[in-house]
T-cell receptor, first 113, second 113 residues
Framework: KAGVTQTPRYLIKTRGQQVTLSCSPI?????VSWYQQTPGQGLQFLFE???????NKGNFPGRFSGRQFSNSRSEMNVSTLELGDSALYLC????????????FGPGTRLLVL | QQQVKQSPQSLIVQKGGISIINCAYE??????FPWYQQFPGKGPALLIA?????SEKKEGRFTISFNKSAKQFSLHIMDSQPGDSATYFC????????????FGKGTHLIIQP
């Protein structure tokens, strides 16, 4: 089985721009969660999507949003980028909603200048 | 408020030795405690996980010890090998997995040959 794939792997943007990241879960997995990883804050939960609906949300501002498509692929959008948004954005998939066993992709490294 | 505290931040162990990483949690609603291993440029990979009704779980060279009354759990890596050099994260999630995984800040483990 192919693992979780994320595109692009690297991205450079400037402050004020917006960015869209993509995640394809493991085949058969219907839940996709997003996490932000930074040296200072570590790994933090952004949100989880299941059956095209956001089921859970972490403590992030509304500039961070996402969506899920009928094929379970998910996109995450960050609007009005700030320097502090520079991070590794990780996508994780699981078979069920609120699935505890989560499989992570390699991440998208975002640098905001 | 850091809900899962992990120590030490970094650890150097000789090849063949035992690596021990500790975590403490505050939220008694946590019901699932996984450990993840992350290599540079990769996403976290699930190593082993435990629930509070079990005091110890062993998989190969990896063992989780769990102390529910103290709200602490630890990862032991027996016969540590250079290939174990990575960053290790403990995590916790609430019953049913809602609100995603709450991660510790990570331990950078180096196994010296």
């Amino acid at each position: 089985k192919a693992g979780v794939t994320q595109t692009p792997r690297y991205l450079i943007k400037t402050r004020g721009q917006q960015v869209t990241l993509s995640c394809s879960p493991i085949s058969g997995h219907r839940s996709v969660s997003w996490y932000q990883q930074t040296p200072g804050q570590g790994l933090q939960f952004l949100f989880e999507y299941f059956s095209e609906t956001q089921r859970n949300k972490g403590n992030f501002p509304g500039r961070f949003s996402g969506r899920q498509f009928s094929n379970s692929r998910s996109e995450m959008n960050v609007s009005t980028l700030e320097l502090g948004d520079s991070a590794l954005y990780l996508c994780a998939s699981s078979f069920r909603v609120n699935g505890e066993t989560q499989y992570f992709g390699p991440g998208t490294r975002l640098l905001v200048l | 408020q850091q809900q899962v505290k992990q120590s030490p931040q970094s650890l150097i162990v000789q090849k063949g030795g035992i690596s021990i990483i500790n975590c403490a949690y505050e939220n008694t609603a946590f019901d699932y405690f996984p450990w993840y291993q992350q290599f540079p440029g990769k996403g976290p990979a699930l190593l082993i996980a435990i629930r509070p009704d079990v005091s110890e779980k062993k998989e190969g060279r990896f063992t989780i010890s769990f102390n529910k009354s103290a709200k602490q759990f630890s990862l032991h890596i027996m016969d540590s090998q250079p290939g174990d050099s990575a960053t290790y994260f403990c995590a916790a999630s609430k019953r049913g997995g809602a609100d995603g995984l709450t991660f510790g800040k990570g331990t950078h483990l180096i196994i010296q040959p």
